[in-house]
């Protein structure tokens, strides 16, 4: 069971490695040929040795092989380089596609599809989760190509010069993966936890400091710091306890290497006393008994590297495998004019899990304002979000001038459409960069005109860039009732025939709720419109209200018998 | 460099864990490098007995070989715990460091790391300082003190051999990394400034993926979100072909220095100074030692990365206290009036928030603060938090509040702030912020009279349920009577009100106001609001207008 679960994302990333195999054999050939250089290296060190120790030859004599293994040495470092820039290439390739990839999907999944995951996370698959393929990809699948190339061909050279130290060297290595396997997958349950801890420990600061005011208000912040604290020490006895286990794969494996170096060393130096040897032969094999350790040496550090990137692979295929909301797919063109709505028995239940809306009959005559109301989780952003097209009906259907929606072509009824949530979407950049957004081919004049008709335009003119302004962070630096009306400003833009918006005067002061409730009025001209508020102030400019109650649609009514049935308390 | 090491110095009671860590890597370099050494004198020992049919001892190398291996395999394994001891060990003291150095400047002096920003900075910086000593510090001391140690035990032997030995090593353990560091430089910052670009953009399109679809802007973002990605991407690269340069420098270096070592040895061995064997013996030392300087490039390349997130920490905690306490508080009052005189505040100082402002609030009475947005309603109540300076005066019972300790202060009062913070835990946890120590009467009269309590009940979990990360699994009217909760909980004499019904639906909103009229009973009340239901809850409303 637990087999499965891991086997998968390491097979989508060997998959996704795949797609870079070409930069990634060029890594492994660059650095085999980098391997080879080793054995000419020591083969010149042992007999310039063999030299001036047996032949007592002067630096003369040795002179040339010592340029020589200079030489080598040079010309191993470029392969070096090479090899290391392929491998970065390998992995910048695949951090991008699956960057790109994995973006693009959680952008049309919308937070509807997202499975409930909240948006730091998923920030952070998309940014470091990504990153974390590079290890993988750079260094441990080359790695582990190299360590099964370059051991044999280490042994290739030993045996035909001393075969029982070649024996030690082949008899040592298999015990190498086999320990590090046995203790590795114990330790992989225990690291994956931690991986999880880890994120927790970092989510739980940043949660103190963003409450820190609230922290003050009551007194509490000398105890969350003992949090933090605490928090930290569980992290370290937790990593300590993994790490004790994960480090011993490490310690078998250096403690096999440098035992059997040790062990060569000690048979060729009775070989050597034995006289069956020569020097220039037994010093070779001694210098190449650690090559032939080392490539599994990395291999066991790159383990490392490996859960890094099994890690985030595992966060990855999660994200990158979420079905895609079933979406519109029609190919009708969409009538000219305000639409006339019609939802025909329309059921919504998000999978059955919660909320949603059940057996709507509700019409939006053309050109008409209606207004949306109820008590909050009573269904009305469902009931918006299936009117937009960013959900389905799972049952009935809505219909535009007559036609059902599922037959409009999606792009087309979009491109109708102008839509103003409670917290509308403002990126970093200027605010004409952000009106824009919905028409890039906006000019000025348009532009001035939209801020005019939502009453944007004298706010905007007083500050000192103008229209040139940088929003910030969530449009940082404007107040609430300020965004909202650059939010009209760009549903004015966008020129659409059915208008939507949720709560456009919630937490506006009167002022600023006045000059919303106009530019509304403005914009409703010529247009079909839904808008749900609970202010009195927006209500009183709709022909209609509809009155929502627990999923269903209560009663649609006028808005002054709604209004006089608030104030009597019957609105409940 | 010093910068990061201020950074350790934070956490300077764990100095003889850092000691260790670096010691013990001394020796697993030191075991090596005489492991190989002795190995290869051992051999060439043997041979040359072999040759010359001399007698030669080898129970005692053969034995040194064996003891040598075990050291540095068991070295390194102490080495590798003992050094992550010591950095888990320094990044709790730096969390914990942070926090009470943030403590004081929230929220005024935090302001101008606008929301999103802080803490996603943090979250990066934070990270990186795990890195500091584990992966800076410690290689970097082992490596320096090794080299060292390797070129005073060659010129035991062979002083040329020793110099050439020297002259290697520092080529690959200093004069390399450092001129890898410096061209890091530009890539490195830029690669931090694209990630933090990058991260921004993710989340806007993230969060406003339905209005950039519905805007036919999605595939806009998408690219705007690849260009910074491939962008990023090449600057990574960059920064990996600096790091295969050091690499393969080193390699070469390693390889130049025994050739180095082997050409001056030999002419040792020509003078007779030096035995044959203890050639081999010093090659093979040479070869090792290169082990010391391995460790270092790598180091020095995280340096930049690693001092920038340095830098912007320290800006953020060695900001200016925003309202210091004073140096002798007064002690509390007794009375809980509160008189406003003439004063004002600014978050800058040519745009002044509030400006001549007065009120009186005698104790037990309830006020209202009405007015348009952007007039000063919310800083009045942050004054009264002591979260902002004020010019003029204010007083709580008569006593000046600049002259209190704020902790104290805050003490008298309870309060539901403009934006409240509900914490990535369950709503009972949340509620429980006001009050750590009331009972399950106390809680439950908290809820109902936030009128929270039907809704709590309904919900399978109850007060266990968790209310998301910062508050996203519950909808903006309950967060606010979470927080309205955790006001009542408090049960503290003066209650300061921002906007406490915001987001409620007009009977529930009207139902939290009659409960709250009944609850505030005697308590002296500053309710901040715009809006009319709100006044039932005061005996009087007082209207702020714009500053003009």
């Avoid at chain 1, 062990?263 to 090559?291: Q, T, Y």
């Avoid at chain 2, 946890?429 to 009050?435: H, K, S």
Wanted: aromatic share 6%; hydrophobic share 50%; with cysteine.
């Amino acid at each position: 069971m637990s087999r499965d679960h891991t086997a998968r994302p390491e097979k989508w990333l060997l998959d996704t490695a795949r797609g870079v195999r070409g930069e990634l054999v060029r890594a492994v050939g660059w650095a085999f040929a980098a391997g080879l250089m080793i054995v000419l290296q020591a083969r010149l060190l042992a007999l310039a040795c063999h030299r001036v120790v047996i032949e007592n030859a002067t630096l003369d004599a040795v002179l040339p092989q010592a340029g020589a293994v200079a030489a080598l040495a040079a010309v191993r470092g470029l392969l070096v380089f090479f090899s290391e820039r392929r491998a970065a290439a390998a992995a910048a390739r695949v951090k991008e596609g699956v960057r790109s990839h994995l973006y693009r999907k959680l952008q049309a999944l919308g937070p509807a599809g997202r499975a409930g995951e909240e948006t730091g996370p998923l920030v952070e698959a998309v940014t470091a989760g990504v990153e974390g393929l590079e290890p993988y990809v750079a260094r441990f699948l080359p790695h582990l190509a190299l360590a099964a190339v370059l051991p044999p061909t280490a042994l290739f050279f030993v045996f035909p010069v001393e075969w029982r130290a070649g024996l030690v060297l082949l008899f040592s290595a298999p015990f190498i993966p086999l320990l590090m396997v046995l203790i590795g997958s114990g330790s992989e349950s225990l690291n994956r936890r931690q991986w999880g801890r880890l994120s927790r420990m970092a989510g739980h600061l940043l949660d103190l400091v963003q409450g820190l005011p609230d922290l003050k208000i009551f007194g509490a912040v000398r105890r969350e710091a003992e949090a933090v604290a605490r928090v930290c020490e569980e992290y370290r006895q937790g990593t300590m306890a993994v790490l004790r286990v994960a480090f011993l794969s490490a310690f078998t494996l250096e403690f096999f290497a440098t035992v059997g170096t040790a062990v060569v060393a000690v048979i060729v130096g009775f070989r050597l006393l034995g006289g069956g040897l020569a020097l220039a032969d037994g010093l070779f094999v001694l210098l190449l008994a650690p090559e032939f350790y080392l490539p599994l040496r990395t291999l066991g550090l790159s383990y490392h590297a490996r859960m890094q990137g099994t890690a985030a692979a595992e966060r990855i295929v999660p994200l990158l495998s979420l079905p895609e909301p079933e979406g519109y797919g029609g190919t009708q063109p969409v009538p000219a004019g305000p639409p006339a709505i019609r939802f025909e028995g329309v059921t919504f239940r998000y999978g059955g899990e919660r909320g949603g809306v059940g057996g709507i009959a509700l019409e939006l005559p053309a050109g008409s304002l209606t207004a949306l109301a109820g008590e909050s989780g009573t269904g009305k952003s469902t009931l918006v979000r299936l009117l937009v097209g960013l959900a389905r009906p799972e049952a009935g259907r809505i219909t535009v001038n007559g036609a059902d929606l599922a037959d409009l072509d999606p792009v087309a009824w979009r491109e109708r459409l102008a839509w103003v949530p409670q917290s509308p979407f403002f990126f970093k950049g200027t605010i004409r960069e952000n009106l824009s957004l919905g028409r890039p081919a906006a000019h000025g004049v348009e532009i001035r005109a939209a801020l005019e008709a939502a009453a944007a335009d004298a706010f905007v003119d007083r500050l000192p860039q103008g229209l040139d302004t940088e929003l910030g962070d969530q449009g940082a630096g404007l107040s609430g009732g300020e965004l909202r009306r650059l939010a009209l400003a760009r549903a004015f833009l966008r020129d659409a025939s059915l208008v939507v918006l949720d709560e456009p005067t919630a937490g506006l002061d009167p002022e600023n709720e006045r000059l919303v409730g106009e530019a509304l009025e403005r914009l409703a001209a010529g247009r079909t419109m839904l808008v749900i508020s609970h202010r009195e102030e927006t209500i009183r400019r709709a022909a209609r209200v509809a009155v929502m109650a627990g999923g269903r649609l209560e009663r649609v009514v006028a808005p002054a018998e709604f209004l006089a049935a608030v104030a009597g308390g019957a609105g409940a | 460099m010093r910068e990061l090491i201020s950074m350790l110095v934070v956490s300077r009671r764990q100095w003889p864990w850092m000691a260790a860590g670096i010691l013990l890597g001394v020796v697993v370099i030191a075991a090596n490098t005489a492991l190989m050494a002795l190995s290869g004198w051992f051999i060439a020992s043997m041979a040359v007995a072999g040759v010359t049919a001399v007698p030669f001892n080898y129970f005692f190398p053969a034995a040194a070989i064996r003891a040598l291996a075990i050291l540095r395999t068991v070295g390194r394994y102490a080495e590798r715990l003992v050094t992550h001891e010591a950095a888990f060990r320094i990044l709790a003291d730096l969390r914990v460091w942070l926090f009470r150095r943030l403590e004081p400047l929230a929220p005024a002096g935090l302001e101008r790391y606008a929301g999103g920003d802080v803490a996603g900075r943090l979250r990066a910086d934070v990270d990186a300082l795990e890195s500091l000593y584990l992966r800076i510090v410690a290689p970097l001391v082992t490596g320096a003190a090794a080299i060292v140690l390797a070129v005073l035990v060659a010129a035991r032997w062979s002083m040329p051999a020793a110099l050439a030995l020297f002259a290697f090593l520092l080529v690959a353990g200093v004069v390399l990394p450092h001129w890898a560091r410096h061209l890091a430089q530009g890539p490195g910052r830029r690669s931090a400034e694209l990630s933090g670009e990058l991260r921004t953009a993710v989340t806007e399109g993230i969060q406003g993926a339905e209005e950039l679809i519905l805007l036919g802007a999605a595939e806009h973002q998408a690219a705007r979100v690849d260009h910074l990605s491939s962008r990023l991407v090449a600057e990574q690269e960059r920064l990996a072909a600096i790091g295969g340069f050091t690499l393969a420098g080193g390699v070469a270096c390693g390889g130049l220095g025994v050739a180095a070592v082997l050409a001056a040895g030999s002419v040792s061995v020509a003078a007779g100074v030096v035995s044959g064997p203890s050639l081999v013996m010093l090659v093979l030392f040479a070869a090792a030692a290169f082990e010391a300087a391995g460790g270092m490039p790598a180091a020095l390349q995280l340096v930049p990365s690693t001092r920038e997130a340095v830098r912007r920490i320290r800006e953020l905690a060695d900001a200016p206290v925003p309202v210091p306490d004073p140096p002798a508080p007064e002690q509390l009052p007794a009375g809980t009036g509160i008189a406003f005189r003439n004063v004002s505040s600014a978050y800058d100082p040519a745009l002044p928030v509030l400006h001549g402002f007065s009120l009186e609030v005698p104790a037990g009475e309830k006020v209202a603060l009405a007015g348009p947005s952007g007039v000063g309603k919310s800083t009045v109540a942050e004054i009264l938090l002591r979260f902002r300076g004020y010019a003029g005066s204010v007083t709580i019972g008569g006593v000046e509040i600049s002259r209190l300790a704020a902790d104290e202060l805050r003490g008298l009062i309870a309060a539901v702030p403009q934006r409240p913070h509900l914490f990535t835990a369950t709503i009972r946890e949340n509620i429980m912020v006001g009050n750590p120590a009331a009972g399950d009467v106390a809680l439950r009269r908290a809820l109902e009279d936030a009128c929270l309590a039907a809704w709590v009940d309904d919900l399978p979990l109850g007060l266990d349920t968790p209310v998301g990360e910062g508050g996203s699994a519950v909808s903006g009217g309950e967060a606010r009577r979470i927080a309205l909760a955790r006001a009542l909980l408090k049960d503290a004499p003066i209650l300061v009100l921002d906007e406490p019904t915001e987001g409620l639906d007009a009977a529930t909103e009207r139902g939290v106001v009659a409960r709250l009229a009944a609850r505030t009973e005697g308590k002296t009340v500053l309710v901040i609001t715009h809006r009319p239901a709100c006044f039932a809850l005061a005996d009087r409303v007082v209207r702020m207008g714009k500053i003009e």
